[in-house]
């Protein structure tokens, strides 16, 4: 069993940047796919970036892609979404995942954060 908590959610003017958090705690993250998904209101939960437990390997989605960047230290058990160039369009309830096997894009993650909120304003 592993307890993830997110933070470094807050509000931002378009063209911000954010750096948000995954601690986890209970088991190493060593062992663990690690993911960031987003879900914004009213819409379904999207993927955002991914990256596998050995962190030579990692995946973002096209609409992140050359702004956002997922990272892991695993001396910390952290997990981080670095997120720049912020827009209105990524103002959503931010979520870390972790995942025994390797799930890619999918949301086919074993254990779950409770969120943290990321507003962009204009």
């Known amino acids: 069993q592993v307890q993830l908590v997110e933070s470094g959610g807050g509000l931002v003017q378009a063209g911000d940047s954010l750096r948000l958090s995954c601690a986890a705690s209970?088991?190493?993250?060593?062992?663990?796919?690690m993911g960031w998904f987003r879900q914004a209101p009213g819409k379904e939960r999207d993927f955002v970036a991914t990256i596998h437990r050995n962190g030579g390997s990692a995946t973002h989605a096209d609409s992140v892609k050359g702004r956002f960047t997922i990272s892991r230290d695993s001396a910390k058990n952290m997990v981080y979404l670095q997120m720049n160039n912020l827009k209105p369009e990524d103002t959503a309830v931010y979520y870390c995942?972790?995942?025994?096997?390797?799930?890619?894009?999918?949301?086919?993650?074993?254990?779950w954060g409770q969120g943290t909120q990321v507003t962009v304003s204009t």
């Open positions: 209970g088991r190493t993250l060593n062992m663990y796919h």
């Open positions: 995942a972790a995942a025994l096997y390797y799930p890619g894009t999918s949301d086919n993650y074993d254990y």
